[in-house]
């Protein structure tokens, strides 16, 4: 019995030694997983290991076909571009219509032509003027009666020729006749007549039958559809002439519709016309549009553009240049200096002596004149190759040479 229990005592001590045994062993392996620092060690170095960034050693010769500078700072306006046309400023624009019915006689105006507030522009034979004519010449003759009768009134009143009555009443038909002639007066001005050629109608008892239309407003004639013969009416399109003030243009572009927040009247505008492809022609917006085009999702933006010169003529195809914002200065370089690689990703090269050059992944924003904005990946001083980056590129690609 003694010894039974001996046997178990000692198979309890030996599983026990076991058991240290397997625990030290574990520990053991563990501990190799660590590296001496303390932090665990990647099951494959290789794939997290940072690779060392690209570099290319180029010779002297090599250098000629880059130039160096530094990042600098460039200030990049914040717009928006769209294409449009130009047109007339309509609402700086007059449709000539006669007042009244009548034929044309004569055009006093050619198309092109400049001219002057209140300058005649054609003539017209209106059946309307020759009635009210004809009214002045018969009041005038009327008043002339009455006034005679009454001068003889007067005269005979004093030696009991005529009745007060009939005194009376030569009184008041000439001063009816004296109200008939002014109405006639007045239906004859509003033809355009003035003081004068009325006077002169009544003292030669003829008439004038060519109804003078005038330029309302100053400018230059820009549409013509009035030969001699027509028969013209009021409002009744085409209008013979149209005057315009060409010192004003519209331009109309066509802006997508998610730009539509950042649109706001007063905003400048630069336009560039083929005709004169190194000029800029400025304004500012004057109205968005209310509704959408739903087939092209685009709204209309009018532009009112000073043109003193008159170089802009309607229909030419314009770029527009709309400023939404105010300009931002950011680092840039050159966009000679940027690579678009075949990946999609834009790289730059930055060196630090004129000599080695790293490929750098960076981040671009706006782009204006020459101009690209860095917006990660490049700060303001650093060297890198403003031209002939890809130059670099290509090295970096060709296969090495046996």
Not at 34 to 44: L, R, Y
Not at 357 to 362: G, K, Y
Request: proline share 7%; with cysteine.
């Amino acid at each position: 019995m003694a010894r039974s229990l001996s046997l178990k005592k000692v198979a309890s001590v030996t599983g026990a030694i076991l058991a240290l045994a397997l625990g030290a062993a574990l520990l053991k392996s563990e501990s190799n997983s660590h590296a001496k620092d303390g932090k665990p060690q990647p099951s494959n170095p290789a794939i997290t290991t940072q690779q060392p960034s690209t570099t290319i050693e180029l010779t002297a010769s090599q250098l000629d076909a880059v130039k160096i500078g530094s990042v600098g700072t460039y200030e990049f306006p914040l717009d928006k571009e769209t294409v449009g046309n130009i047109s007339f400023a309509e609402d700086l624009s007059v449709q000539v219509f006669p007042s009244y019915q009548g034929k044309i006689i004569n055009c006093l105006a050619e198309l092109g032509d400049q001219v002057q507030k209140g300058q005649p522009l054609y003539t017209i034979e209106s059946p309307d003027l020759i009635q009210a004519e004809s009214n002045l010449i018969g009041a005038a003759a009327t008043l002339d009666l009455t006034s005679k009768e009454l001068t003889r009134a007067k005269e005979l009143d004093g030696n009991s020729g005529v009745s007060q009555r009939e005194y009376e009443q030569a009184i008041s038909d000439q001063q009816t006749a004296e109200g008939a002639l002014k109405a006639a007066r007045d239906g004859v001005r509003v033809f355009g007549k003035t003081d004068a050629e009325i006077d002169q109608m009544i003292a030669s008892r003829k008439i004038d039958p060519a109804l003078v239309v005038r330029s309302p407003i100053s400018g230059e004639v820009t549409d013509f559809n009035g030969p001699p013969g027509l028969l013209v009416q009021p409002g009744n399109p085409p209008a013979p002439f149209t005057v315009s003030n060409v010192s004003i243009k519209w331009m109309l572009a066509d802006v997508i519709e998610s730009d539509i927040p950042v649109l706001h009247l007063g905003q400048p505008v630069q336009v560039n016309v083929m005709a004169y492809p190194e000029r800029l022609f400025h304004g500012k917006i004057s109205k968005i549009y209310a509704s959408v085009d739903p087939n092209t999702h685009r709204v209309t933006v009018r532009s009112e553009i000073s043109d003193p010169k008159n170089e802009l003529r309607p229909g030419m195809l314009a770029n527009f240049v709309i400023r939404v914002h105010k300009p931002v200065q950011a680092p840039a370089i050159p966009a000679n200096g940027v690579v678009r690689e075949p990946d999609g990703t834009m790289v730059a090269w930055v060196t630090t002596d004129r000599q080695h050059f790293s490929q750098r992944v960076i981040k671009p924003g706006l782009r204006t004149e020459g101009q690209v904005e860095i917006l990660d990946g490049l700060q303001p001083g650093e060297l890198v190759v403003t031209d002939g980056a890809v130059f670099l590129s290509n090295m970096l690609e060709a296969p090495p040479s046996n």
